[in-house]
């Protein structure tokens, strides 16, 4: 989403000359580069000013230590305002009664439903609970029947009434059978409505005021910049919302949406969509997308998805074959499939520091180990097992197979040999010692 807004702010602190000291010369033309950079990403001029307004007063006159540069300094005080600009800490969401009830609300079109279905499958899953989902949508003819079928995806139950076009009737029977069945969590998804609207903006009022939620999010797409910013406005006059939801983080937007909305309304973004996916969404931290809109990576979000997705038991019995050398082609595929679940692969490329920005022009498909695994797959159980078997003729007959070329069976059992050699030689301590000694002696 923010890959053209980190390319000018690179750039704007490229241009930053000078030792010793930050003065007004030699910051005002990256400052200047940084508005440009957050107006063209279309973020609220009034959030841009004051943001850049607020980095030049901090930077100027702070000594620059001999260890860094003064364009380093000033992208640390940049980092640590834009953090503050979205939030600074995370807002989780609040899980305080039994049941906690949630209201969602918003535009139509911004994923309200979607995101239901993903809320109940993260508590579900990564906090214990026990969701309902409750179909308020009764103006749309398929909203009902697309959170019937989201809900058996992720095994939660819905909720409905097709009879009804009463929200407060349907939200007050399903809070009690959420009651009755021991559900502790209680989400509501409602009909996308317009702020001008007058009559469905009442609606939701009065929803609110019979069943007095816990929380109420609202739900906006990323994709629609400065007036995602307008409507929550709008939307927060009518409801005094808890926190916002950005949705199509995926998608090929200028992020301005993400930047504004905290200043402009005063509501933390809680959460973000980033797929169509169930358990394509994360809790939106600041500091790490701040990391991130700064090319710094983002590892605490990687190492957090890995965690989710690699069973530690296995992770030992795994280390037990690599130090014994018997880490196979089965296992290697089942560490791509582990690597798969984690998310979109361009997405987890740029949260390596580094990483992201050397490889931001380069296409990483989603089907990226497909020729891989029709390799793998084209081998026999016995030539998994043991890679040292894979003589000239077996490794055409696997080409074959596969739909490939023997030269890239070839550069995959090349590649698969270094890794296991690699692995061993880090399982060693003794190996360990000795290369970190070799280290020591480099320049």
Avoid: W
């Avoid at 007959?397 to 040999?417: C, H, M, W, Y």
């Amino acid at each position: 989403m923010f890959e053209s807004l980190s390319d000018k702010i690179d750039r704007a602190f490229k241009l930053l000359k000078g030792q010793g000291k930050i003065t007004e010369v030699n910051v005002s033309e990256t400052i200047k580069e940084i508005r440009k950079a957050l107006l063209d990403a279309d973020v609220n001029y009034k959030v841009a000013k004051q943001f850049t307004d607020t980095v030049k007063e901090k930077a100027l006159g702070q000594q620059v230590l001999t260890s860094i540069s003064p364009g380093q300094l000033l992208t640390k005080i940049t980092h640590d305002e834009l953090s503050l600009l979205m939030g600074g800490d995370k807002s989780d969401i609040r899980l305080s009664s039994s049941p906690t009830i949630i209201l969602m609300s918003g535009l139509q079109g911004s994923g309200k439903t979607t995101f239901s279905g993903k809320l109940a499958n993260y508590l579900k899953n990564k906090r214990g609970k026990k969701p309902l989902l409750i179909a308020c949508d009764v103006y749309r003819p398929a909203a009902i029947d697309q959170l019937i079928v989201l809900g058996e995806q992720i095994g939660v139950e819905v909720f409905s009434d097709r009879e009804s076009k009463d929200v407060v009737a349907i939200s007050k029977r399903g809070i009690q059978l959420a009651k009755d069945n021991g559900n502790s969590v209680v989400i509501i998804d409602t009909a996308g409505r317009l702020a001008v609207d007058e009559q469905m903006m009442n609606e939701i009022q009065a929803l609110k005021k019979a069943i007095d939620p816990d929380e109420i999010l609202f739900v906006v797409d990323a994709m629609t910049g400065q007036d995602a910013v307008n409507t929550a406005k709008a939307f927060n006059d009518r409801l005094d919302f808890d926190g916002v939801v950005l949705t199509k983080l995926d998608g090929d937007t200028r992020g301005g949406a993400a930047l504004s909305i905290k200043a402009v309304v005063n509501k933390p973004i809680k959460f973000v969509g980033t797929g169509e996916k169930m358990d394509a969404m994360d809790v939106f931290h600041p500091q790490r997308m701040a990391d991130r809109i700064l090319g710094m990576g983002d590892v605490v979000t990687l190492v957090e998805r890995a965690q989710e997705q690699f069973n530690a038991e296995d992770a030992k019995k795994l280390n037990k074959k690599i130090a014994k050398n018997q880490f196979d082609f089965n296992d290697f595929v089942g560490q791509l499939h582990q690597i798969k679940k984690m998310g979109n692969m361009k997405d987890l490329v740029s949260m390596i520091p580094g990483i992201g920005k050397a490889m931001k022009d380069i296409d990483i498909k989603e089907d990226a180990f497909k020729g891989i695994e029709a390799i793998i797959s084209s081998m026999t159980k016995y030539e998994r097992e043991h890679p040292e078997s894979l003589s000239g003729s077996r490794r055409q007959r696997i080409a074959k197979g596969s739909g490939t070329s023997v030269p890239e069976v070839n550069k995959l059992v090349k590649q698969f040999d270094e890794t296991r050699k690699m692995m061993r030689m880090m399982g060693d301590k003794k190996n360990m010692m000795k290369m970190m000694g070799q280290m020591k002696n480099m320049r």
